[in-house]
């Protein structure tokens, strides 16, 4: 598989290949059976999502460029549907009824969103972004989505009744990573780098403008966790940290907190009280006290996790092995 695939940003593509490289994603996935529990999807697993009933559990599978569906209760895969050449990351609407992936696209491909029916898993849609999709972001009331493209440095925004790009917002180098307030006004978005100064950006969903505080944060950012008060983001920086910032002055109030090497992704339980942080080089997930700040508990899974993602009632977290081609699922 590869990930080399924009004309006009060969280093920051290149450098984004390493990247999802250390996850083991670009060699076949390993014999040795991944931990259990989990369930097999296909290779290299990236994103994940959950239906809001939290009955479905969606997996964008790079390595073979198709969607897994899995029945959350049995663990069994349910349905498998072409999602354009490398998928990377899911994200459900509140109504449950459409997913939204993206596709980073090839040398001979650009990157693109396609829209699946839930109901059905048939594809109704496929839309131009930017150059190299990763990230997305869904708004709450479902009518707008956010998409980070990589090597265009913007922000494209979707309009859901249409299905077309209404905006493309210029934002910092190499945005990866988009995440909600959780009262919609606000995407923050994550500002990789690749060569300058890593960043956060930050949209007003009212006036698609980048408004705010574009600061620099740690020297790699990638994953976003926004608390479920709104009041505190966390940042995961490559180096092995996570930051928190007070989403109300801007400022960077905690942290760096040392996690693993290649901290990666990030998801903040509903009740606030816990951050939890996927490793990739270190092969583990760091487990946060969001009151001290103070890491509680390392959890080494092995073979590479890289995206995690909780469950509607709380109960579990779904993370993403991208060696192993399958999915954890942890018991919270």
Known sequence: MSILSSRRYPVARFALAVLLALAGALVAPSA?????????????????????????????????????????????????????????DVAITPDGRRAYVTNLGTWS???????????????????SAGEGPLGLAITP????????????????????????????????????????????RRVYVANAGYGTPTSLSVIDTATDKVVGWPGRIG????????????????????????????????????????????????????DGRRAYVTNESSESVTVIDTSTGKVLDTLHLGAHPTRITLAPD?????????????VWVLDL
């Open 32 to 88: 040795e059976a991944a931990p259990r529990p989990y369930f097999r999807v296909g290779s290299f697993p990236y994103g994940i999502a959950i239906t809001p009933n939290g009955s479905d559990v969606y997996v964008a599978c790079a390595g073979d460029g198709r969607l897994f569906v899995v029945d959350a209760a049995t663990r069994k895969v349910t349905g498998r549907v072409w999602a354009g050449s490398q998928p990377t």
């Open 109 to 127: 491909s650009s990157g693109s969103v396609y829209v699946f029916d839930t109901a059905t898993n048939k594809q109704t849609g496929h839309i």
């Open 141 to 184: 009331d479902g009518r707008r989505v956010y998409v980070a493209n990589a090597f265009s440095d913007t922000v494209s925004v979707i309009d859901t009744t249409t299905d077309k790009v209404v905006a493309d917002i210029k934002v910092g180098s190499t945005p990866t990573e988009v995440v909600m307030s959780p009262d919609g």
């Open 219 to 270: 020297n790699f950012t990638y994953g976003l966790a926004v608390t479920p008060d709104g009041h505190h983001l966390y940042v995961t920086d490559q180096v092995g940290t996570v930051s928190v910032v007070d989403t109300r002055t801007g400022k960077v109030t905690g942290g760096p907190i040392p996690v693993g090497w290649h901290a990666k992704d990030v998801v903040v339980s509903a």
């Open 314 to 326: 709380g109960r579990h977290a779904y993370i993403t092995l991208a060696q192993n081609g399958a």
